[in-house]
T-cell receptor, first 117, second 116 residues
Framework: AQSVSQHNHHVILSEAASLELGCNYS??????LFWYVQYPGQHLQLLLK??????LVKGIKGFEAEFIKSKFSFNLRKPSVQWSDTAEYFC???????????????FGTGTLLAVQP | GAVVSQHPSRVICKSGTSVKIECRSL??????MFWYRQFPKQSLMLMAT?????????EQGVEKDKFLINHASLTLSTLTVTSAHPEDSSFYIC????????????FGPGTRLLVL
């Protein structure tokens, strides 16, 4: 079955530092890829998504992610983080079965980002 | 964007009682909704897919008689935790997909359940 791994469980950065959070999935084929963010006390919000086309996807709040099919990866990046980016970040994958896709979202374990002012 | 609400936001109940959690899509219709469970410091685990007008589809290992799902209308799905036990204490989150080719899930704020 499809699985998603996020390599970093906790990340601590200072403001203005660059961010890269890793995400890998296990099965290829047709996949849709997502990054969600959960700010403290709030619900999950969509940061960005990839369905097809340009593998470099730009999302809200200056985030971007690059889909590298050969590496089964969809890493999240931001050139300069802010204190308000402190949150938990989840990578999610839909599909990944050759010859078909499911509508189920499979989540990674999440990465807790703390940005120090 | 689309809005999904959940009620209640938190509930404390005694062991052996049943608890109903509602999930509503506020400004769009959803023939399908999803129920997730999130343990502390863990990811969201899909429990079941709620289908309007038909039976829910449960993931492997999820007891359908314990977690009753009813999708009564195009904007409402309910999850009832029957005969709750302390190990059922968790964060339950629902989601509903937008329509269209580039389907995106919109998540509710979650319900924190504590079973004493």
């Amino acid at each position: 079955a499809q699985s998603v791994s996020q390599h970093n469980h906790h990340v601590i950065l200072s403001e203005a530092a660059s961010l890269e959070l890793g995400c890998n999935y296990s099965y290829g084929g047709t996949v849709n890829l997502f990054w969600y963010v959960q700010y403290p006390g709030q619900h999950l919000q969509l940061l960005l998504k990839y369905f097809s086309g340009d593998p470099l996807v730009k999302g809200i709040k200056g985030f971007e992610a690059e889909f590298i099919k050969s590496k089964f990866s969809f890493n999240l990046r931001k050139p300069s983080v802010q204190w308000s980016d402190t949150a938990e970040y989840f990578c999610a994958v839909k599909g990944g079965v050759y010859g078909g896709a499911t509508n189920k979202l499979i989540f990674g374990t999440g990465t807790l980002l703390a940005v120090q002012p | 964007g689309a809005v999904v609400s959940q009620h209640p936001s938190r509930v404390i109940c005694k062991s052996g009682t049943s608890v109903k959690i509602e999930c509503r899509s506020l400004d769009f219709q959803a023939t399908t909704m999803f129920w997730y469970r999130q343990f502390p410091k863990q990811s969201l685990m899909l429990m079941a897919t709620s289908n309007e007008g038909s039976k829910a589809t449960y993931e492997q290992g999820v007891e359908k008689d314990k977690f009753l799902i009813n999708h009564a209308s195009l904007t409402l799905s309910t999850l009832t935790v029957t005969s709750a036990h302390p190990e059922d204490s968790s964060f339950y989150i629902c989601s509903a997909p937008s329509t269209g080719l580039k389907e995106t899930q919109y998540f509710g704020p979650g319900t924190r359940l504590l079973v004493l």
